[in-house]
């Protein structure tokens, strides 16, 4: 079955530090790739997409986010937080010519001043 | 502003009540999907419609029932609400790159 883990439930991290949120993945074959955010009272925003090529992506707020098949995995990384990037964030996963898309449980991050 | 529209943004509502959200997007985007949030869960879906006229179900689809009669609106109606479904419901749509739209999300209580 298709599942997304994000390992961390919970990361608190200082304003000015560098940001990793870890995302791995279960599917045959290779997915479309998100990441979203979501602020408190809020709906959903995306943030980045991996679809093809460059396994690198950038997204919007500084973010970007590395696609490595051989670990199946799609983590997000930011190299300096902001008091406003504290959110909940979501690694999401479809199967290409599917159209359902399977959220991790999320990670939430705080930032410290 | 294009997008998605939920309604109500909140609602109290007794166990055993009719409970209908609302959702309509302008955006032309053939799939919609209905997803409810809880706290350690995530978003699990509820049920999807990847056209006009069809509808599937998701993960959690018990309780809850949808139609999708043109490509803009997909109720979700809860036929006799119970406790276990206070929640917080998204309602979505896929974008034709993927992604999926928002709408700002319809926090439900059943009491």
């Known amino acids: 079955a298709q599942s997304v883990t994000q390992p961390d439930i919970h990361i608190t991290v200082s304003e000015g530090a560098s940001l990793e949120l870890r995302c791995n993945y279960s599917?045959?074959?290779?997915?479309?790739l998100f990441w979203y955010v979501q602020s408190p009272g809020q709906g959903l925003q995306l943030l980045l997409k991996?679809?093809?090529?460059?396994?690198l992506v950038q997204g919007i707020k500084g973010f970007e986010a590395e696609f490595k098949r051989s670990q199946s995995s799609f983590n997000l990384r930011k190299p300096s937080v902001h008091w406003s990037d504290a959110a909940e964030y979501f690694c999401?996963?479809?199967?290409?010519?599917?159209?359902?898309?399977?959220f991790g449980q999320g990670t939430r991050l705080t930032i410290n001043p | 502003i294009a997008g998605i529209t939920q309604a109500p943004t909140s609602q109290i509502l007794a166990a055993g009540r009719r409970m209908t959200l609302r959702c309509t997007q302008d955006?032309?985007?053939?799939?919609m999907y209905w997803y409810r949030q809880d706290l350690g869960l995530g978003l699990r879906l509820i049920h999807y419609?990847?056209?006009?006229?069809?509808?599937g179900k998701g993960e959690v689809p018990d309780g809850y029932s949808v139609s999708r009669a043109n490509t803009d609106d997909f109720p979700l109606t809860l036929a006799s609400a119970v406790p276990s479904q206070t929640s917080v419901y998204f309602c979505?749509?896929?974008?034709?790159?993927?992604?999926?739209?928002f709408g700002e999300g319809s926090r439900l209580t059943v009491l």
């Open positions: 979505a749509s896929m974008g034709y790159s993927g992604e999926l739209f």
């Open positions: 599917y045959g074959a290779t997915p479309y």
């Open positions: 955006m032309r985007h053939n799939a």
């Open positions: 991996y679809f093809s090529g460059d396994t």
């Open positions: 419609s990847n056209t006009a006229g069809t509808t």
């Open positions: 999401a996963v479809v199967s290409q010519g599917a159209q359902k898309l399977v």
